[in-house]
């Protein structure tokens, strides 16, 4: 972690993430609406996945996508961490969550669960659920494994949990997707889903790419069928 010297240096952009140049990313200084794709990463693969879904959101016009990340659990993850990390996209704060008008939740599965720094950041969401600034709002969820039965649909179904508290409806994929019949590794209809293989070294095949731009597609369609930006 970069230990800024100069606080004004906080206010500097956060790196923007490694996509291609033929996809920047949307402008935080949109007044769109926007999808919030909030995820942990350790190496690589849910990162690669929140790219993806971000692509699907990015298809619809009218709304923006908001690629944002959380900090590490470790022993001092009490301490304040930087809002923005070394790489990647920046921290996301509870305002991001509190003002998105869709979520996409993504993890990598932990003994078939989500990873402990993504439940921390949920487990600090209270304020908005006593305010209930999530109500029918669209939220999608996303996950990747090392083993092809390694637990990718307890982990999505258990990630949609705290987003029911929330008050939050629910989105998967239908089988009207033409890779949920034909898929030889993730994909499902509790959400999107990657087997990234043993040691993570195996790459998001096309059916797989495929289903995460279509979850951000669908859930940034239902963010504008219910209003979202209406007014604005
Ligand atoms: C503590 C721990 C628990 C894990 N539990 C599972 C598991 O239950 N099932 C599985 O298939 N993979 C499991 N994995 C592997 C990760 O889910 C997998 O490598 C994932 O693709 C990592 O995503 P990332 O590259 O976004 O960090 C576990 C990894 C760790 C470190």
Same mark, same amino acid.
């Given at each position: 972690m970069t230990i800024l010297a100069?606080?004004? +240096?906080?206010?500097?952009?956060?790196? +923007?993430?490694? +996509?291609?140049s033929a996809f920047p990313m949307p402008s935080d200084r949109s007044e769109n609406p926007y999808v919030l794709v909030l995820y942990y990463s350790r190496s690589g693969s849910t990162d690669a996945m929140a790219r993806q879904v971000v692509r699907g959101v990015s298809t619809v016009s009218g709304i923006d996508a908001r690629l944002r990340t959380v900090p590490p659990v470790s022993n001092d993850c009490e301490a304040i961490t930087d809002?923005?990390?070394?790489?990647g996209p920046t921290y996301a704060s509870q305002d991001d969550l509190c003002s998105c008008a869709g979520l996409v939740l993504g993890s990598p599965t932990r003994f078939g669960n989500m990873a402990a720094p993504l439940k921390y950041f949920m487990d600090q969401s209270s304020e908005l659920w006593l305010s209930g600034s999530l109500i029918d709002k669209p939220a999608a969820v996303f996950t990747s494994t090392s083993? +092809?039965?390694?637990?990718q649909e307890s982990t999505l179904l258990s990630m949609q949990l705290p987003l029911l508290h929330h008050g939050m409806l629910l989105v998967g994929l239908p089988y009207?997707?033409?890779?949920?019949?034909?898929?030889?590794a993730g994909g499902t209809p509790y959400g999107a889903s990657h087997w990234a293989g043993a040691t993570g070294g195996r790459s998001m095949d096309a059916t797989e790419q495929e289903l995460c731009r279509a979850l951000g597609r669908r859930v940034a369609e239902l963010c504008l069928r219910l209003g979202a930006g209406a007014g604005a």
């Open positions: 100069d606080d004004s +240096l906080c206010y500097t952009p956060p790196p +923007l993430v490694a +996509l291609s809002q923005v990390p070394d790489d083993s +092809l039965h390694g637990g009207s997707e033409p890779g949920m019949m034909t898929t030889q």
